[in-house]
């Protein structure tokens, strides 16, 4: 009889599993293999992001987080090697790196994430990951839905002022996402809210965020509707929407996003297609010479599995990387290095 009921639970707890991720589909046969594959981390990979060495490309870091509420960011190498770890964080979600941020006279490269158990954004030097944010920069103060969870950094290029663009678990549509300010006072970076813009579906939640500086735009996801555009610079006090694409392009939700520039103005967005396991990849420049419509160019399976984050560069980091190197978050608490050439191999064949 005890035997039974043990069978019985095991069943039952099976049953849970099957419809928990009746969703999510096997690693295509014909998935792009990883090139490398980092060490793995203590909780939950979420999310990475590449700083380029100012001197030595081949000596760039992917910063990535580890998501859990002793958790924290962490650094790699290019053969996906854990360099350091940053002080522990409270849930540390998504992250993002920007370059010259001047904090006490000097400009500093600095990693900017989300701490969702503390309602605030942690900032970080690079490349050896210490804080300096004297303890933080509360977000969405005065709100009653404030989980920060995307980020994505602008740098404006008329005079070099960043800016973090901060999304979060739950929020009104229309404002959902809060764009700040980034400076130095002192030798601590601080923030201060300039904007307040989104617009929001209400099916699930908005995570990934991604800009484009050259192009002046923003990105996000909102999860299992579409892709959301909109201009990054605040200055220019416009929060009319740019676009809205790729409503029917997946299984369930939008996820990462990445932005390859082949030049300037031209390139891809990659986004991640969550639960079947590949990237969908779009027009960087948009279709037929209109910046603000996107048509669906290519899907690539790749091996990482629920992939919730990605970033990528056409920058030369050295073989195996010369044409640059693709990035993406997967279960097992791990990142994924894709040598680009392998990505844009199955772009250019879709198009045949």
């Known amino acids: 009889m005890k035997n039974k009921s043990i069978l019985a639970f095991l069943l039952l707890a099976l049953s849970f599993t099957a419809c928990k991720d009746d969703k999510l589909a096997p690693v295509a046969p014909n998935a792009v293999k990883p090139t490398a594959v980092t060490e793995a981390l203590p909780h939950d990979t979420d999310d990475p992001s590449i700083w380029i060495h100012p001197t030595d490309a081949t000596k760039s870091i992917i910063v990535g987080t580890d998501k859990d509420t002793d958790g924290g960011l962490y650094a790699f190498d290019l053969n996906g090697k854990i360099l350091k770890k940053s002080i522990p964080l409270k849930r540390p979600n998504n992250v993002d790196i920007a370059y010259g941020l001047v904090i006490d006279g000097k400009k500093v490269d ?136 790729g409503q029917k ?6 996820e990462g996003i990445a932005i390859y520039k082949k030049t300037d103005s031209t390139g891809y967005i990659l986004v991640s297609n969550q639960q079947a396991n590949t990237f969908m990849v779009y027009p960087r420049e948009g279709v037929n010479g209109n910046p603000n419509s996107y048509k669906l160019l290519a899907e690539v399976p790749t091996s990482t599995i629920e992939c919730d984050g990605a970033d990528v560069t056409s920058i030369n980091l050295g073989e195996p990387y ?7 978050m997967s279960n097992g608490m791990t990142f994924h290095y894709y040598a680009w050439d392998l990505i844009q191999k199955r772009i250019d064949e879709s198009k045949k």
């Not at 699930?204 to 579409?226: H, P, R, T």
């Not at 392009?249 to 939008?254: L, N, S, T």
Request: glycine residues 10%.
């Open 249 to 254: 392009d997946f299984k369930a939700d939008h």
């Open 110 to 245: 600095i990693a900017v994430t989300t701490e969702r158990e503390s309602n605030k954004i942690r900032i970080f030097s690079l490349p050896d990951l210490e804080p300096i944010d004297n303890g933080g920069i509360s977000v969405f103060e005065g709100e009653e839905l404030r989980d920060p969870m995307g980020v994505a950094l602008y740098t404006r290029p008329t005079d070099g002022k960043i800016f973090a663009i901060v999304g979060r678990k739950s929020g009104p549509s229309g404002s959902y996402l809060w764009q700040y300010e980034l400076s130095g006072s002192g030798k601590f970076a601080t923030g201060n809210v300039v904007r307040k813009f989104g617009a929001y579906s209400g099916k699930k939640e908005i995570e990934a965020i991604a800009v484009d500086n050259e192009l002046g735009a923003v990105y996000y996801c909102d999860e299992q509707f579409g892709i959301r555009k909109y201009k990054a610079d605040p200055v220019l006090n416009d929060n009319k929407e740019l676009a809205l694409f």
């Open 322 to 328: 010369k044409n640059g190197l693709f990035v993406a």
